[in-house]
């Protein structure tokens, strides 16, 4: 069976327009048997790529969301002292700092 055979004949014009739906715009252009033009085989390329590029997405999404959730903010933002309601991950680094600061000071002063 070709491609033109795999299409209905269309229906009979009444006078109105619809739009074709979104789902088979996607399949005909999708579709490597139907015909294209330079344009639409550039569109083909760019949807894969952005379906690949959302699916890469997913995934890091999925693995920082694993990984958000084995975090503690709540307990970090005690142990920070941090007022409540305080957003926990941007006050993470700065505290490492400061008792990086001071962990290095002291190790100085036991070394006079």
């Given amino acids: 069976m070709n491609y033109k055979e795999s299409i209905p004949p269309a229906p009979a014009w009444d006078g109105s327009y619809q739009a074709i739906p979104r789902a088979e715009l996607l399949r005909q252009i999708m579709d490597c048997r139907v015909p294209k033009t330079e344009r639409e085989w550039c569109a083909v390329r760019e949807i894969e790529e952005l379906r690949r590029k959302v699916g890469e997405l997913e995934r890091w999404k999925a693995e920082m969301l694993a990984v958000y959730k084995a975090l503690d903010a709540q307990a970090i ?36």
């Fill in 77 to 112: 933002g005690e142990e920070l002292m941090l007022p409540l309601g305080t957003d926990v991950f941007p006050c993470i680094l700065p505290a490492i700092k400061l008792l990086k600061a001071r962990s290095f000071a002291s190790v100085a002063l036991k070394n006079l």
